[in-house]
């Protein structure tokens, strides 16, 4: 029962990656806005209040490429048709008379049937269910579309530290001698680094951009799988089984790939865990710093940055949201590696 209870927290943590991870799949499919990157604006709509109901009238646009599933999937679609947000509108011999949000009365404008989408579907209600960003786009749809990215760096920024860090210490702790000592001056010398100051340090060198934040942090979170398999390597290399293989005339690599590594595959996992959660937070720190994600690709660390001066404006709401996302996300990752390293007693 004891034991049950301990892995509860894991368990919330694993739920909460599972449900994070099928919002970004089908991101596109779950958005209200399905817009590429959500990045529909309506300037007249800025920082509405959660909740908040907007009418609109919809008009042709002219004709678009069909989009695939595929593409529709990972990029979502431009509707066929542009949208105007409205306070009022009444049809009137054959002319669509509206009134643009934000606008009295005397402000009327007209706008001919043969303009419209279609004269049986001219017209929709849009709720906004976190309110609306500065440049009145879904901070809802954002947020969603935003969960991509975060997931995204770090599971390409953990594969990368995997292969570099797994293929050092492997070398280090198998080979020991001059290559164990080269490698471990390398890794003391990444490790005296400040991890935050290297990542923006290789973004500036590679340049803005998402996949440039991929790399950067893939390659700064190998020193800690190198030491970790090294430590492994070292203490498993003495192993009766290791010398039988030896003395059998198998290959290092074989040995190395085939009768070593899938004996450190635990440890590895469990840090890979911890790793995943901390990518999260240098991709939002370096979005937020404005050398991550760049516009208009949406980025929770960039939504923080572009409204944290409305948390004292009573609109604070734009920054925290993406902020629990975020925090969310970080501790189920942490909750998740929490419940391994007890589950493997992993001490690494």
């Known amino acids: 029962m004891k034991n049950s ?14 449900f994070c991870a099928l919002i970004a799949l089908f ?34 646009r002219l004709k678009l490429e069909e989009t695939s599933l595929m593409d529709r999937l990972l990029y979502g679609e431009e509707k066929p048709y542009k949208t105007i947000p409205i ?3 009444r049809f009137e011999q054959e002319a669509l008379h509206y009134v643009p949000y934000g606008y009295n009365q005397d402000y009327e404008k007209v706008l001919q049937a043969d303009k419209l989408f279609s004269e049986d579907d001219y017209f ?21 579309i935003a969960s991509r990215i975060s997931l995204a760096v770090g599971l390409i ?6 292969i570099i860090g797994i293929t050092l210490g492997l070398f280090a702790g198998y080979y020991g001698s001059w290559v164990d000592r080269c490698i471990s001056w390398l890794i003391n010398v990444v490790w005296s680094i400040p991890t935050l100051l290297m990542v923006i340090a290789i973004s500036l060198a590679l340049g803005k951009g998402i996949w440039q ?8 979170m190998w020193v800690e799988v190198a030491r970790v398999v090294r430590g492994q390597v070292l203490s498993l290399s003495k192993m009766e089984y290791i010398q039988a293989a030896k003395v059998l005339g198998f290959g290092d690599f074989r040995i190395m790939f085939k009768h070593i590594l899938p004996n450190i595959i635990s440890p590895i996992i469990v ?51 993406p902020g629990m996302a975020i925090m969310l996300l970080v501790l189920a990752f942490m909750l998740f590696g929490n419940m391994l390293r007890d589950k493997w007693d992993v001490r690494a």
């Open 157 to 162: 920024s953990v594969f990368i530290s995997l």
């Open 271 to 321: 840090i890979s865990a911890a790793n995943f959660a901390s990518a999260i937070l240098i991709e939002a720190g370096l979005s937020f710093l404005g050398i991550g994600a760049q516009a208009p690709t949406p980025s929770w660390g960039a939504m923080i940055k572009d409204h944290y001066s409305y948390i004292i404006l009573d609109k604070a709401y734009l920054a925290v949201a």
């Open 124 to 144: 929709e209600t849009k709720t906004f269910y976190l309110g609306t960003d500065k440049y009145g786009r879904d901070l809802f749809s954002r947020i969603i």
């Open 87 to 89: 306070s009022f509108v």
């Open 27 to 60: 991101a596109y499919f779950i958005a209200p806005d399905s817009s590429p990157n959500a990045n529909s604006m309506h300037l007249e709509l800025t920082t509405m209040r959660p909740g908040a109901e907007v009418d609109f009238i919809k008009l042709k």
């Open 5 to 18: 209870l301990k892995h509860i927290p894991g368990n919330i943590g694993v739920a909460i990656i599972s």
């Open 213 to 220: 934040v991929f790399i950067a942090v893939g390659l700064t």
